[in-house]
Each structure stands twice: as C-alpha cells, then as structure tokens.
C-alpha cells in the first residue's frame, strides 16, 4: 500500500474542513461535544493553519485515495513556552484504513519533518489513542519519552513528551 502525506493547499481548505467534521463526530464520544444549530461540530482554528507559520496541515492518502489528517502546532501546554516544540493538534485516520500500518508510517513521517521536543495529547477516556500513541512513540524513540497529566481548556489530560533530535556526528 502506498502511505503518503500531502500538505493541504489553502483550496482544498474544504475538504479539509468536511473531514474534520468525520472526526469530530468519532471523537464526540468522548469530548460530549453536540452538532451546531447549522448541523456541524465545527473546527474554529481551521483558518490559522493558512495565517500562522507554525501550523501545518496534511492529508493522508492510501494508494492516492484520502484517508486521513494530520494538524502540527506548536501549540503545547506540558512544552508551554517552547515555541520550537511541536504538537499533534489532530490525527485522524478514517475507520476502514485503521489497523493497517496506517498510523503508525504517518506519525513517524510527521515526527521526522520535524526534529526537536513532541507533545503528543490524548482525549481523555480514548484508550485506543492512549495505546496507539505509546506504542508509536515507545518504538519511535526506543522508550525515552515521559508521560504527564497536563490541564487545557477541556480539562485534564494524558501527554506525551519526548525529543527526536538529530544527533550530530
């Protein structure tokens, strides 16, 4: 199978948006969060990811069909202050092409793009992400990674933490 990541370009800003809605609708299992007046869940941080530097927005595609997001910030709260740390805001492969590898080769490309100190956040209560993400960066950095309770907005939840960076010879 063919696993690529695609920068999103500001044109494709709607699809984008539309699978944005795929995912909060399976995330609202655990976020609680309720369709607007409009019928969305709705996604506000969506423009920033063509006004500010430090977001970067990409598809996912298996053997060139969409099947995925991913959303890099440097948005971080264990890392707060670190404005070169990065951060998965979000990771969304759609229900048929989980379990594949899928996941897995992209986190590693995108964690690859971008040397330097991770935050990797979980939904409280998703303890398929919870594994997912320990497995993947456990085997990525060969067990040198911390896990924090960290606050944000929506509450508390697990983080992450762990640097990928390249080592000098």
């Given amino acids: 199978m063919k696993i690529e990541l695609v920068a999103v370009k500001e044109s494709q800003k709607s699809?984008?948006?539309?699978?944005?809605?795929?995912y909060e609708y399976d995330m609202s299992v655990y976020t609680n969060e309720?369709?607007?007046?409009?019928?969305?869940?709705?996604y506000?941080?969506?423009?920033?990811?063509?006004?500010?530097?430090?977001?970067?927005?990409?598809?996912?595609?298996?053997?060139n069909a969409l099947c995925g997001f991913v959303l890099v910030n440097d948005y971080c709260y264990a890392l707060r202050g670190d404005?070169?740390?990065k951060s998965i805001?979000?990771?969304?492969?759609?229900?048929?092409?989980?379990?594949l590898g899928i996941g897995k080769d992209i986190a590693i490309q995108v964690f690859s793009l971008f040397p330097g100190k991770w935050e990797v956040d979980q939904?409280?209560?998703?303890?398929?992400?919870?594994?997912?993400?320990?497995?993947?960066?456990?085997?990525?950095?060969n067990g040198s990674y911390e896990k924090s309770i960290i606050d944000?907005?929506?509450?508390?939840?697990q983080a992450i933490i762990f640097c990928?960076?390249?080592k000098q010879a």
Avoid: H
């Fill in 152 to 157: 944000t907005e929506d509450g508390k939840k």
């Fill in 34 to 42: 309720e369709l607007n007046e409009y019928g969305y869940y709705g």
């Fill in 83 to 85: 404005r070169e740390a």
């Fill in 15 to 22: 699809v984008l948006r539309q699978m944005i809605e795929l």
């Fill in 123 to 141: 939904i409280p209560g998703n303890v398929v992400s919870y594994d997912f993400w320990e497995n993947v960066i456990d085997e990525y950095t």
């Fill in 164 to 166: 990928n960076e390249v």
């Fill in 89 to 99: 805001a979000e990771f969304f492969i759609m229900k048929k092409y989980r379990r």
């Fill in 44 to 63: 506000s941080y969506l423009d920033y990811y063509w006004n500010e530097s430090n977001r970067f927005a990409y598809f996912i595609r298996c053997n």
